[in-house]
């Protein structure tokens, strides 16, 4: 079932997520609407509370065909990689608006898959980027507090544009 994407603005993205001490069958339908919703929207990662849902799970996959998802439950960067990459990033809770933002190029994250295992992967380039990007979803930060804060300003305006008429 395809879940409704909440939009910048909306309190509940500046809420840190809550860690997760059971899996149930919620859970596995969650992780699997938040990936049919997300592939609807062309989007390559979406965390939980982008849904609505304050509970520490992201889902992501970067492949073309989708075939290639990860559903990550009470995820946690371990181990970063010092080197840098700075590239555009987007956000389905910020539709249309996309900028440059340094994240690290190579991370460790632990985490617990649907059927309970503890898991741990190491990734670089856009992966780790949209694993930094949901992690941080989960922890109530959005990728434009990564901006100075006159840009950040100006993207607020440009929204606040769009909800007066009504297109946001």
Known sequence: MKLKIIKYGNPILRKKSEIIYEISDYLRKLSYDMLETMY??????LAAPQVGILLRICV???SLEHKSSIIMLNPKIILVDNNKIYEKEGCLSLPGFYESIKRFKKISVDYI???GRNKKIEVTGLIAKVMQHEIDHLDAKIFVDYLPNWKRKIIIKKIKRKIKIGKW
């Open 40 to 45: 609807a929207m062309s989007g390559i990662g």
């Open 60 to 62: 992501i996959d970067i």
């Open 113 to 115: 898959d649907l059927d």
